[in-house]
């Protein structure tokens, strides 16, 4: 059962524009969500973050969009650039997960910005 | 700041061995330790998770004597893959959460690939 779902395996997108990958999750105990930067053969990089008390959360290029009804998070990118070609990774914990606040990750979204 | 290493980054070893890979937070405390596995392809795969000066938490399915783990200190964890065979070769990644910041982020380590021939 997979509680955090990343619907679009792949996205390509023209430089300069902007990049909207979506997640969506089914667990209502999370409170806290997480994106995620990987390319191949490396680790994770930490992207962006937001809690449950919060809609919205930008840092300079991306910006972190949360409905909790809708149970829905998004990370927009603008202006994408070819160096965010990547795979991203939604990631979500949940508030009952004691002290060690483990995260639950999505299958990744493969973003290609084309020159 | 939040910088994870892992050493090594690549191993190749015969089946029966086992390899020890280290993962260190280079410039913060780590209260939490995690250790994934990514096979081709997929999604990061939870193994276990660890908390310094006690047992490690593993995942249901991971044998928790074919992977050792031991977090000695603030800064470091270890994971043993004991009696290696084929199939574990795969690429091992470990995370930690910075103790100061009390924050839920998990920075991550550049990854080991371990092939068991």
């Known amino acids: 059962d997979q509680q955090v779902k990343q619907n679009s395996p792949s996205l390509s997108v023209q430089e300069g524009r902007i990049s909207i990958l979506n997640c969506d999750y089914t667990n209502s105990m999370f409170d806290y969500f997480l994106w995620y930067k990987k390319y191949p053969a490396e680790g994770p990089t930490f992207l962006i973050s937001i809690s449950s008390i919060k809609d919205k959360n930008e840092d300079g290029r991306f910006t972190v969009f949360l409905n909790k009804s809708a149970k829905h998070l998004s990370l927009h990118i603008v202006p994408s650039q070819p160096g965010d070609s990547a795979v991203y990774f939604c990631a979500a914990s949940p508030y009952n997960a004691g002290n060690n606040r483990k995260l639950i990750w999505g299958l990744g979204t493969s973003l290609a910005v084309n020159p | 700041g939040a910088v994870v290493s892992q050493h090594p980054s690549w191993v190749i070893c015969k089946s029966g061995t086992s390899v020890k890979i280290e993962c260190r937070s280079l410039d913060f405390q780590a209260t939490t330790m995690f250790w994934y596995r990514q096979f081709p392809k997929q999604s990061l795969m939870l193994m276990a998770t660890s908390n310094e000066g006690s047992k490690a938490t593993y995942e249901q399915g991971v044998e928790k004597d074919k992977f050792l783990i031991n977090h000695a200190s603030l800064t470091l964890s270890t994971l043993t893959v004991t009696s290696a065979h084929p199939e574990d070769s795969s690429f091992y990644i470990c995370?930690?959460?910075?103790?100061?910041?009390?924050?839920?982020?998990?920075?991550f380590g550049p990854g080991t690939r371990l092939t068991v021939t």
């Open positions: 995370s930690a959460r910075d103790k100061g910041t009390g924050k839920y982020e998990q920075y």
